[in-house]
């Protein structure tokens, strides 16, 4: 191996324990950050190397220091590149769970995400049905869009409240016909993993949609299923189910673990 090419890999080695070292396991978990002593004596390492490691990842936004506390812990560019490695893993896990769910109900199937009070569609899979709205790459408000009750699921109820009250863009209807129902969506998305909800931007009588989970517990999208042949809600609430388990097989992909995806699940 070249000589500097071994030491460089070297610094990035010992870089990345001490990334690891904030990230924090069990009771090292500290959401204060840790002083460069107790890092140093974590990784029985000089304190003046690890300083110096750590200014080095501060220029460059992996770690951040409190001005007070002159503790670190990890910093926004970390983040920012998790953030965006999640949604692109979150498209490419879907694609073939979302073709099993549109072949199994020969109905369309969608990823959705929030983003702001807007729902956008990252991935749509159509049934074999010769007529399909395109949804992929569009965005709606979150408050007319199926997948929304999924999507809002760990919103504290005011925060909901608030937005289903908000008026919306010149055009589109300015109000939610039923607010408890709506808050009632929310709770059975909760409970059950999945909801049955009136669709008021297609001609669909409804739709079930899942929350999708990341591994620190939160929602970071939604399943969406079109119905377009609902006989009786038995149908909807048996494709819930389905839909419900999938979604926690696409959480698990994301690093959620069993049974995290809230206490009532």
């Not at 909801?195 to 999708?212: G, I, R």
Request: with cysteine; net charge negative; charged share 25%.
């Amino acid at each position: 191996m070249d000589e500097k090419l071994a030491v460089s890999s070297a610094g990035l080695r010992r870089d990345l324990e001490i990334l690891d070292v904030l990230a924090g396991h069990g009771d090292d978990l500290d959401t204060d950050g840790f002083g460069v002593s107790w890092i140093a004596q974590r990784l029985g390492r000089e304190k003046s190397q690890v300083s110096r490691a750590l200014r080095a990842l501060e220029t460059e936004g992996m770690v951040e220091r409190d001005p007070l506390t002159r503790r670190y812990r990890l910093g926004w560019r970390l983040f920012a590149l998790a953030a965006r490695t999640q949604q692109a893993r979150l498209v490419q896990v879907s694609a073939p769970i979302l073709r099993r769910l549109a072949t199994t109900f020969n109905e369309d199937a969608h990823l959705c995400v929030l983003r702001g009070d807007q729902v956008l569609t990252l991935v749509s899979i159509p049934s074999s049905r010769a007529y399909h709205r395109i949804w992929e790459g569009v965005s709606v408000p979150v408050i007319m869009a199926a997948a929304g009750r999924s999507l809002l699921a760990d919103w504290e109820p005011e925060q909901v409240r608030r937005l289903l009250r908000a008026p919306l863009p010149a055009g589109l209807d300015s109000a939610v016909s039923d607010e408890e129902q709506w808050m009632a969506d929310l709770g059975h998305a909760r409970s059950f993993g999945y909801v049955v909800s009136d669709v008021e931007l297609d001609d669909s009588p409804a739709a079930v949609s899942a929350p999708v989970w990341d591994h620190r517990g939160l929602i970071a999208g939604a399943i969406s299923v079109s119905v377009t042949r609902l006989a009786d809600l038995t149908h909807a609430h048996e494709m819930g189910r389905v839909i419900a388990g999938t979604a926690r097989e696409l959480s698990t992909s994301l690093g959620l673990l069993p049974r995290a995806a809230g206490a009532e699940l």
